[in-house]
């Protein structure tokens, strides 16, 4: 394992992960509202145009550093980087984790899996993947429908707690991880089962019944299935 490449990828992990506060602060809204037009906290507006949408660093100037988000940026790409090594795999893998990244933020914070996100990482993560093993494309579209129906299956459940957004994030996860092999799926669904079922145990003993975002989770098992494959 080069050094080199591994530094490499934490920097560009941690360095696109300073830009997502303010991406994820105007898109962290509920269904059927624009874009956040003004911080949440002064209640500044923010920029016309691109310039609204671009700042590095935390989501406004009245808010806390960014800490937390880059260095989880730069974790990700490490254990990416370790895991994968200089193989092609690596820089779609790479890119694929900034959108991934930006929704968990948004999840976390309002419960929503937007789906131009969901769409712009199956793409970044699909399209190059497709190319790079075409030989495991059946697999992986069998991995993605499979996952969209068993999911979509429980979220229409009378006691769901599963969203659209997660059914639709969930069939992404699998056809990505499809391209890896059936084993990597499983583990994908199944570590993300490991991780949800003990925090909604912690939040039913600790306080009210409350939603659960399962995005983070998803993409935390697709993550460790990745790296542990
Ligand atoms: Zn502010």
């Keep these: 394992m080069s050094p080199l490449l591994v530094i490499s990828a934490a920097v560009f992990g941690a360095a696109t992960a300073a830009f997502l506060p303010r991406l994820a602060e105007r898109l962290a809204v509920r269904n059927g509202e624009g874009v956040r037009q003004s911080c949440a906290v002064c209640s500044r507006p923010f920029s016309p ?22 260095s989880t940026g730069a974790a990700v790409a490490t254990a990416l980087a370790v895991a994968v090594g200089p193989l092609p795999l690596l820089p779609v893998y790479l890119l694929a984790a900034v959108p ?9 914070r309002c ?10 990482l199956v793409v970044i993560a699909g399209v190059p993947l497709g190319v790079l093993r075409p030989e495991q494309i059946g697999t992986a579209l069998a991995a993605g429908v499979g996952a969209l ?6 979220a229409l459940l009378p006691w ?12 992404a996860l699998a056809l990505i991880l499809g391209f890896t092999g059936t084993d990597a ?3 994908g669904v ?13 939040r039913l003993i600790t306080g009210p019944r409350r ?12 993550l460790i299935a990745i790296t542990t494959a």
Excluded: E, N, Q, S
């Design 100 to 108: 991934a990244l930006l929704l968990a933020m948004i999840d976390v």
């Design 149 to 154: 129906v068993a999911y979509g299956i429980i």
């Design 111 to 120: 419960l929503r899996l937007p789906d131009p996100l969901v769409a712009a």
């Design 49 to 70: 145009g691109m310039h609204g949408w671009v700042r590095v660093g935390a989501a406004c100037a009245c808010t806390g550093g960014c800490l937390r988000v880059v």
């Design 185 to 187: 799926v499983l583990a």
């Design 190 to 202: 199944l570590t993300a089962h490991l991780i949800i079922g003990p925090v909604a145990m912690f």
């Design 160 to 171: 769901r707690g599963l969203g659209l957004g997660d059914v639709k994030l969930a069939a």
């Design 211 to 222: 939603a659960i975002p399962f995005g983070p989770a998803l993409l935390a098992g697709a």
